[in-house]
């Protein structure tokens, strides 16, 4: 199974802060990478998908870049309603898997 | 408006059996593959099974392998779990999420349902 290893688990950061997590695999997944927001409570939610690609209807404060094996998922302003656990996942091979998720909490 | 909503959890003794329910509304279910993904109390997320548009293709976690089916009505808009054998180690929520292919082996799970809450516990 392809592991998917988050960095940090978690982080506090300022409204406003430029914020950036990381992902990793443990073996090349070209660009077959998702990430996605759950609030708390709340299903998870689609931001970016094949590690570049900003869903429809998402900020576009969100973004994603990166591809083989290193990923990084970046909010260029934090806003409070960002506050959130945030998931990297893969699709190049079954089982699908997810990263263990970066908290995010505001400052 | 595009929905998924799950139903069948409840509280159930280790050994014994649960059928959780998901129904479709607001897009071409049959266009597309599904998927059962869960989350441990606390816990992050983990993809339980998936299926493709016309049932052809599945797949499951080695967790839930032998124990769990997936199956689909595309005439009813609906996705089953059939879940026997049931351990406390699968007390989780429950997502019903929609991929964006008929292939469940590719994409996002760009739909998601609201959950449903399975507790195994004697």
């Known amino acids: 199974d392809i592991q998917m290893t988050q960095s940090p688990s978690s982080l506090s950061a300022s409204v406003g802060d430029r914020v950036t997590l990381t992902c990793q695999a443990s073996?090349?997944?070209?660009?077959?990478l998702n990430w996605y927001q759950q609030k708390p409570g709340k299903a998870p939610k689609v931001l970016i998908y094949?590690?570049?690609n900003l869903e429809t209807g998402v900020p576009s404060r969100f973004s994603g870049s990166g591809s083989g094996t290193d990923f990084t998922f970046t909010i260029s302003s934090l806003q409070p309603e960002d506050i959130a656990t945030y998931y990297c996942?893969?699709?190049?091979?079954?089982?699908?898997?997810f990263g263990g998720g970066t908290k995010v909490e505001i400052k | 408006e595009v929905q998924l909503v799950e139903s069948g959890g409840g509280l159930v003794q280790p050994g014994r059996s649960l059928r959780l329910s998901c129904a479709a509304s607001?897009?071409?279910?049959?266009?597309?593959?599904m998927h059962w993904v869960r989350q441990a109390p606390g816990k992050g997320l983990e993809w339980v099974s998936g299926?493709?548009?016309?049932?052809?293709?599945?797949g499951y976690a080695d967790s839930v392998k032998g124990r769990f089916t997936i199956s689909r009505d595309n005439a009813k808009n609906s996705l089953y779990l059939q879940m026997n054998s049931l351990r406390a180690e699968d007390t989780a929520f429950y997502y019903c999420?929609?991929?964006?292919?008929?292939?469940?082996?590719?994409?996002?799970?760009?739909?998601w349902g609201q959950g449903t809450m399975v507790t195994v516990s004697s």
């Open positions: 999420a929609k991929g964006p292919y008929g292939d469940y082996s590719r994409g996002a799970f760009d739909i």
């Open positions: 607001g897009f071409t279910f049959d266009d597309y593959a």
């Open positions: 299926i493709s548009w016309n049932s052809g293709n599945i």
């Open positions: 073996q090349d997944i070209r660009n077959y």
């Open positions: 094949d590690a570049s």
């Open positions: 996942q893969q699709y190049d091979n079954l089982p699908l898997t």
